[in-house]
């Protein structure tokens, strides 16, 4: 069993940023890969970014750029650093854990871009 833990999101105003943080606790070993989610009103979930055990970094087209993870393997978290926010960034953001027996995810955390 894996637990996840977001915090970081907010209210910032358009062009600002936020840095969100995942912490993991449980079975860490097993964990193969994290990443971010995100889901809109009234969309469906999507990707983010995501990073694998070994530090390989993947996002999503659109966000290149803007958005950054990273790791922290000390503190068993990961981090998604967001710039230049925009108002179709607003969403509850999630974070993931890949095992080879299951997928977890934490709660998530409220992002809103005010403009």
């Known amino acids: 069993q894996v637990q996840l833990v977001e915090s970081g999101g907010g209210l910032v105003q358009v062009g600002g940023s936020l840095r969100l943080s995942c912490e993991a606790s449980?079975?860490?070993?097993?964990?193969?890969?994290m990443g971010w989610y995100r889901q809109a009103p009234g969309k469906q979930r999507e990707p983010v970014a995501r990073?694998?055990?070994?530090?390989?970094?993947e996002y999503v087209d659109s966000l290149k750029g803007r958005f950054t993870i990273s790791r922290d393997n000390a503190k068993n978290a990961i981090y998604l650093q967001m710039n230049s926010l925009k108002p179709e960034d607003t969403a509850v953001y999630y974070c993931?854990?890949?095992?080879?027996?299951?997928?977890?995810w934490g709660q998530g955390t409220q992002v809103t871009v005010s403009s």
């Open positions: 993931n854990a890949v095992t080879t027996a299951a997928t977890y």
């Open positions: 449980g079975s860490i070993t097993s964990i193969n890969r």
């Open positions: 990073i694998t055990r070994g530090g390989s970094t």
